[in-house]
């Protein structure tokens, strides 16, 4: 019996030293992380991009209190046809920090905190710490998110992704959850305000979201696919009422025709001109895709391999988080 409560204090204790030692490694990756994104934030000149085009725009909607309409030089910006999350967050925190650089970008660096913060913890959750430490040294170690219009610029690119990652993780939790359908509507209202930060990019999220409710056998309440309607579209819809009512379809005719159509038939030209083998090419060559595909391969050999050995292959074809990374990895990158 004494042996018993011996062996079982030093269990005890060993697992409390492993969990401290856990904790050790996530505290300082994050703390890298930190340094990487908020160290002389204020310090690089502002981008003559979007950058300086929401920094104006936000700063022009607290000078005219007009919070519909976003202006460049006080006339109607029809350049910069992005819907305006992304400026009332930039307004938000000119309002609480004053009108400087940091407060300019400082919104975008939070954002990008929370979707390292969020992915972290899903991969603990789901997959343990050797997992959870793999994908924080692959997410320091690329340097265009910290340096190339994401995490330490001020535009709507970073506030888009954390409502894109928050949509899908809020995926993951519905296939997992008993309550899955409030999950769902979570997933539906964060991609509807993914379009109301960066506009028919969020086309992405609606058709990863649409996918995975035709993959999910037992979703076919019309109930539920009414609320997961509303969640999703409602809030895009009142803005688009109030634009509308401000300036007619100047704005919202403008942003279609550009994201959309202009996009399309520059797609169809390029294709037209250079052919589709360009286009495989390019993605190739782009750092990004090699990156992608290195994980892709990677990450589906060793499934591919640990299936096999506990032949439940069949399971992995039939496994919806496999499905939903796919959908997460490969639908916005290749249609973006």
């Given at each position: 019996?004494?042996?018993?409560?011996?062996?079982?204090?030093?269990?005890?204790?060993?697992?409390?030293?492993?969990?401290r030692a856990q904790r050790i490694v996530y505290l300082a990756l994050l703390l890298l992380f930190?340094?990487?994104?908020?160290?002389?934030?204020?310090?690089?000149?502002?981008?003559?991009?979007d950058e300086a085009r929401h920094g104006i725009s936000a700063y022009e909607m607290l000078q005219s209190g007009n919070y519909v309409i976003n202006t460049y030089r006080y006339d109607k910006d029809l350049w910069n046809l992005k819907p305006p999350l992304s400026f009332w967050m930039i307004a938000a925190s000119f309002k609480a920090l004053g009108y400087c650089v940091l407060a300019l970008r400082i919104p975008s660096a939070i954002c990008f905190t929370l979707i390292f913060l969020l992915i972290?913890?899903?991969?603990?959750?789901?997959?343990?710490?050797?997992?959870?430490?793999?994908?924080?040294?692959?997410?320091?170690?690329?340097?265009?998110?910290?340096?190339?219009?994401?995490?330490?610029?001020?535009?709507a690119d970073a506030l888009y992704n954390l409502l894109v990652v928050g949509a899908v993780l809020a995926l993951f939790r519905s296939n997992q959850s008993k309550r899955y359908d409030w999950w769902l509507y979570l997933s539906g209202f964060l991609a509807s305000l993914a379009f109301l930060s960066k506009s028919f990019h969020a086309v992405a999220v609606y058709v990863i979201i649409a996918a995975n409710a035709i993959l999910r056998k037992e979703l076919r309440s019309v109930r539920i696919y009414a609320k997961l309607a509303i969640a999703a579209f409602f809030p895009i819809f009142i803005w688009m009422?109030?634009?509308?009512?401000?300036?007619?379809?100047?704005?919202?005719?403008?942003?279609?025709?550009?994201?959309?159509?202009?996009r399309i038939h520059s797609f169809q030209a390029e294709i037209q001109t250079e052919g589709a083998v360009s286009i495989i090419h390019y993605l190739l060559h782009y750092r990004p895709s090699q990156i992608l595909l290195i994980i892709i391969v990677f990450s589906g050999t060793i499934c591919l391999i640990d299936a096999v050995?506990?032949?439940?292959?069949?399971?992995?074809?039939?496994?919806?988080?496999?499905?939903?990374?796919?959908?997460?990895?490969?639908?916005?990158h290749f249609v973006f």
């Open positions: 019996m004494k042996n018993g409560r011996i062996a079982l204090q030093h269990f005890t204790e060993v697992a409390l030293s492993r969990k930190l340094f990487l994104t908020f160290y002389r934030l204020d310090q690089a000149p502002i981008r003559n991009w972290a913890g899903h991969m603990h959750k789901r997959y343990g710490f050797t997992s959870t430490v793999a994908y924080m040294v692959l997410f320091l170690s690329y340097s265009d998110l910290f340096l190339s219009h994401f995490g330490r610029s001020a535009d009422v109030m634009r509308f009512f401000a300036d007619g379809f100047d704005f919202l005719g403008s942003m279609f025709g550009v994201d959309v159509v202009d050995e506990k032949e439940t292959l069949l399971n992995l074809v039939h496994n919806q988080d496999v499905w939903l990374y796919s959908l997460w990895f490969l639908f916005p």
